[in-house]
């Protein structure tokens, strides 16, 4: 049973221009979110979290926005760049439950210059 | 600062053997987490060790197994090796936040 999922499996954005991914999930007793990115033979790198008590969250480039009554959130990255490229993987947890991340499948998102 | 670091980068073992991979967390953090991620996938929870005790297990068979040090160091052990254990092992460590800091990897690749 997937309790997150990232339905769109790639995506292809121009440089400049606004990249969202979005991650929807099944567990209504997750309460903090994560997003994380992966370089090909690196592993997952932080980027942005957001805790069920907000509905938005913004660090520089990046925005995630949370709707809990959809159960989805989505990652905002404005403006993209062609550095950006990489896997995005988005991670749920809860129940102050701090070891353990389910993730999704992840998108692949490609920047063009 | 160092980040987590992960050995040995590459294996190569056969069905049937054991493997022991290794993790060292960053400075301060006492808590440990391994993941497997097979392509295509996303890191999925194998184990959490906190203070040398085991907080938290994932739905892996018993032949996974793993320990802390009082370093906060960890080993993954896997014995039985199958070639459906061929995957991307990470190890992440945090200081008991929802943030986890994930070192590069052992790739494991069973034959």
């Known amino acids: 049973d997937q309790q997150v999922k990232q339905n769109s499996p790639s995506l292809s954005v121009q440089e400049g221009r606004i990249s969202i991914l979005n991650c929807d999930y099944t567990?209504?007793?997750?309460?903090?979110f994560l997003w994380y990115k992966k370089y090909p033979a690196e592993g997952p790198t932080f980027l942005i979290s957001?805790?069920?008590?907000?509905d938005k969250n913004e660090d520089g480039r990046f925005t995630v926005f949370l709707n809990k009554s959809a159960k989805h959130l989505s990652l905002h990255i404005v403006p993209s760049q062609p550095g950006d490229s990489a896997v995005y993987f988005c991670?749920?947890?809860?129940?102050?439950?701090?070891?353990?991340?389910?993730f999704g499948q992840g998108t692949t998102l490609q920047v063009k210059p | 600062d160092a980040g987590v670091t992960q050995s040995p980068t590459h294996l190569i073992k056969t069905r049937g053997q054991h493997v022991t991979l290794r993790c060292s967390p960053i400075s301060g953090h006492k808590s440990v987490s391994w993941y497997q991620q097979v392509l295509g996938q996303g890191p999925q929870f194998i184990f959490q060790?906190?203070?040398?005790?085991?907080?938290g297990r994932g739905n892996f068979p018993d032949r996974f197994s793993a320990r802390q040090f009082p370093n906060y160091s960890s080993e993954l052990n896997v014995n039985a090796l199958l070639l459906g254990d061929s995957a991307l092992y990470l190890c992440?460590?945090?200081?008991?936040?929802?943030?986890?800091?994930f070192g590069p990897g052992t790739r494991l690749t069973v034959t």
């Open positions: 567990n209504s007793m997750f309460d903090y």
């Open positions: 992440a460590s945090s200081l008991m936040t929802y943030e986890q800091y």
């Open positions: 957001i805790s069920s008590i907000k």
């Open positions: 991670a749920a947890t809860g129940s102050g439950n701090t070891g353990k991340l389910i």
């Open positions: 060790y906190y203070e040398k005790e085991e907080r």
